[in-house]
């Protein structure tokens, strides 16, 4: 069974799914999409054989769409998602899955009146092969209960546009979801530490930032965020448990001597890091919907992420140490 | 536009093939499977939606098969691709293309006689994001010109029905591809060192071998060949040049630490440690199929790994140096 | 020229010290020892050819004796320590310099007055290969302007008199040091975080904490102290630069490839780990002291040491943020 | 009790040993040293407090040396060691210990007729903490019976005066034996295979080399020399067991990252690699001399590198397999 999707968003991101959805997975074809530049839109359904369609409403309503994936400007994500989830239909909704905590709420709300799992949110780390790898060992118990989490999420270098609360809206959410899922717990406090700022950004930037959270077992997590760190795309992650621990392996690559030294590529681009995640991700999410209901990351997922989010960045312009107020979890989403 | 694909032999690596044409694969579809165990073609048919055949040549001669997959027993390989050739329909074929060095070059005349590229045989390394990287770094010439190559092949545990002489025509027949290709350069002569056997294998085998290549150029080949070496599946390669060396990177892991041992896991399964470079493989086939014709590795290249591993065949019988005769490579294979 | 030594203190760190004296370093002869535990005095100077004597006043005043280790219990320390300065020789402290920083302080006034640098302190990770080439990188300008620091400190168990408050005063003291040290820079406040414990732990302590400095240039520091990690003692250390990192390495280890691992052992005991610093550390203070001064860690560094550590026990008992409040420093120490 | 030690050969690696002695080791003294340049010997001698001697007779007969350390130009080592066997003092030689087989074992029959060790010659690699694991390793049985071993010899650059007969005598001859003591066995026959010559050489030269070695026991070993690979010096060893392998270590470094780059150092001298098995290497025979007689590797290990290493050359002068021809081992050396 083929699932056909229309995408809402043609964008950098949209584009590189349409692509993905068209010569990678397989089990799917875009037939429909629309995008805000209407001739960005018909360029790129044109090159996959899908049609252009003017508005989110068209292709959510197509007969021969099956499932929708949202990759719009992440204000704009909400609407789509509530509208597939009004008309019955699987959305695959990139992060964020809103910039409010509370539209993330009535999305959660929205699905549940619906009755079954309509909604997958693209954190993509819970797709890459080591955090899989990660979370197979934590959960197999081969580090025994898990106590501390250190991570580290470092950029070569940002836009100008880029501003301190992206560190946590946008960087370090993927850490958040991430830590959420490999240690099967909630995240209940945020705390951030602004180290000197690095000569190397924008006046109005904080970086790099350091977020402390705590979670509702009692694990502590850290996580660096730099932005700015010149070298190259670098994530870290080590849990800490009560008789071992585990690391995030670095992204194999041959190592070269040359000239007195022994040495590693560095990726520069998150999109090499995880495009084999994206690609999984993708393939899982067709898989199933076509057999049914979507498994992955969770609407209530990325209320949670909002809300720990939205936490953070109160951390860090209040300088306290800031509860996340995340509601108790329905049964729905168990 | 679907390549649409028949497929010659329904045994373990043919229904892998049928699966990763059908559910990894984009662009692809199977329309028609044989396997000598009807039951068999039927059952794997069957289960992607297409349709049994009894022979080679119902499925060569279909009107619906763009291209011909041949996942038979390597015996029955020559024929089925030299009909291929005959119907003028692109053939990939796993190795060894033949059991012959004549029946490979018989392919080869075959192909030429056809004035364009048909054949691709299944070297799937080449597709090894490790080993292309490392290609990508000695065409570079970051390490010089190569001067040595010294590889491991290593495998926990071998069948009873595993002999000697197929360290070389089954095992090692990869390094001599993978190397070939590294190195831009043809090998030359053969020479088999017999280490002391290891007791961990049947009495027939000598388990260990070591494999020694010289190429045109002069380098300087040696092949670890261990396929009881009980611990996992372990590939090794290293090219050292005249300013550096690159080493093939250990597939990425999590390191444990527990118990007083920093660890990560080796693979056990050679499907595992190359499934990223047989879809690769596959999809990039289908992929130049659809744009004409095969890029892959040739018919001479399954024609000169032939004379190679019968070569070190040869020197591990007699113990001498063993000219492997290759022919002047055709300006057709340039 | 030799240099004779006086050390005061016999147990294990003592007879550990006077064994190196007397075996590894050269340019050095243990003179004189006491103990508290007299037959332990006499026997430690028997087997080395030194005479045992009653107290510290005889062995700071013997006229062979050209210069004091002193290695007994740490409330002890200060007192030694004074009444060598007051001698005008040369002492080599344990650390902790004293059991409080009014105390360190009252060495360090004392050392003044006297004019020159008699005293130094044994924080001997400024002696590990590892931590020496970190800080020539760093020094180097390799990484740029240092802006974070990560450490941990692990250790596989303690014993039950181990309780919290020593996890600054007698674990981080370590951290607390070699970071003033790279970083060629002063920490001015703490913070402590209480992870979850560790059940694998006497009921008394908080294992692990992760305690968080700033300096007064602004950089960021975190030391996860775990004192029970149960697998090895395992020391990390990070810097954190404007343009690159540096990362402390494991000691190295040959790899073993057996049953599915490739494992390196942990080392289990920290003397295995710091054995060679020890060992730099005693011969450079031997050799400093036969060129005219010592010119390791000075009594600065251990005022300074034991101001932080206060800090970070007041932190762990408050849940606040704590200044360290150290004094201004006498160019005496720049 | 100290050993009063006499040096013959005041250059660089004699004068490296007395700086050693003097200011390293505990429990030595050098009291003399003679120099076929006497001028030299006064220097050397004077900087130590020891005092120069016009020849080997007046240094092994002066009545305070109790054991004499030979490190002059090869071809006088022979002479040196009989005379030093002759005066029954303890001996320790640089290797080669002589530069004849036959001189070899002339010293190994004048050392038996005195009864009693004697000699030790200066295999450095024995005492290196990495291959003194390795050996703790395959001794304890972890990776089973050794079949293969594989090594690389690299070295940045070589002066012109180096030729290709070197390769073998002066450095291969250090993985020659340090196999020999790790496998606990002996190297019957030599194969060398001369790969195409790196362009940064005299034109002299064969270089790289690949020579293979066969033992009594049947293990295969392997060993690249290549002494002018640009990079660093580089030492590489691997055993392969019949359940499992172990690799020597890199020494330890810390990693750098920056630029797209994760790099360590690679070191440039041999002086620095060894540097810490030299000083053990002293040591543990001061120790032994001091207990009664010398440990380490013996006449015999001399005399069986020697026979190796002329037959590796015969092997790369004759393109044949060379027997090793080495006469049955004494019981005194068992």
Known sequence: MTVNVGVIGAGMIGADHIRRL?????????RAVTDIDAGRAAAVAGSVGARALPGDAEVIGAGDV??????????????????????????????????????CLR????????????????????YDPGYREMKRIIDAGDIGTPLMVHCAH????????????????????????????????????????????????????????????????????????????????????EAVGETGTVRLPDPAAPAVRTAGRSATSVLQDWKDRFAEAYDVEIQEWVDSVAAGAPAGPSAWDGYAAAMISDATVEALHSGRIVGTGIKARPDFYA
Chains 1, 2, 3, 4 share one sequence.
């Open 107 to 126: 999305i959660a709300d929205a699905e549940q009146r619906h009755g079954a799992r309509l909604v997958q949110v693209g954190f993509m780390r819970r």
């Open 22 to 30: 068209t010569t990678v997975v397989s089990g799917a074809r875009v």
């Open 154 to 237: 470092r950029n070569a270098t940002v836009p100008e546009s880029y501003h301190s609360a992206m560190a946590a809206h946008d960087t370090a959410i993927h850490e958040i979801d991430v830590v959420r899922w490999l240690l099967s717990d909630e995240i209940v406090s945020a705390q951030v530490l602004t180290p000197r700022r690095t000569a190397h950004r924008f006046e109005h930037l904080q970086d790099p930032q350091i977020m402390l959270f705590e979670t509702a077992d009692g694990a502590r997590v850290d996580v660096e965020v730099f932005v700015n760190c010149r070298y190259g795309y670098d994530i870290q992650c």
């Open 66 to 103: 099956d499932a929708v994936l949202v990759a719009s400007w992440g204000a704009a994500h909400a609407e789509s998602v509530l509208a597939a989830i009004e008309a019955g239909k699987p959305v695959f909704c990139e992060k964020p899955l809103a910039t409010t905590a509370e539209d």
